[in-house]
């Protein structure tokens, strides 16, 4: 059983930056794929960035030039900057390894003033 734990969420103003990070218990790089997720209250869960196991990433066009993902051996990152009032949700952190989908508990990111 993998898991992962995500930390880092809170609440910050608008024009802000906040990291979050997701513990994984197994090796990064021996993962598909790992990404962020989020979900806002009354809407579907929606990607928000992803990285390969190649290092290949991609990012929803909502948070493009502001979010940043990456990741070392034991924990995928996630860095945001410029953060508006719709970037609150949960985030969630999501692993998939060969056919496997795995999902954190996610932590709460408030962007409000």
């Known amino acids: 059983q993998v898991r992962l734990v995500e930390s880092g969420g809170g609440l910050v103003q608008p024009g802000g930056s906040l990291s979050v990070s997701c513990a994984a218990s197994?090796?990064?790089?021996?993962?598909?794929?790992m990404a962020w997720y989020r979900q806002a209250p009354g809407k579907q869960r929606e990607l928000v960035a992803a990285?390969?196991?190649?290092?290949t990433t991609n990012y929803a066009d909502s948070v493009k030039g502001r979010f940043t993902i990456s990741r070392d051996n034991a924990n995928v990152y996630l860095q945001m900057n410029s953060l508006k009032p719709a970037d609150t949700a949960v985030y969630y952190c999501?692993?998939?390894?060969?056919?496997?989908?795995?999902w954190g508990q996610g932590t709460q990111v408030t962007v409000s003033s």
């Open positions: 197994v090796n990064i790089f021996s993962t598909n794929l």
């Open positions: 999501y692993a998939k390894i060969n056919l496997m989908h795995f």
């Open positions: 990285i390969t196991s190649g290092g």
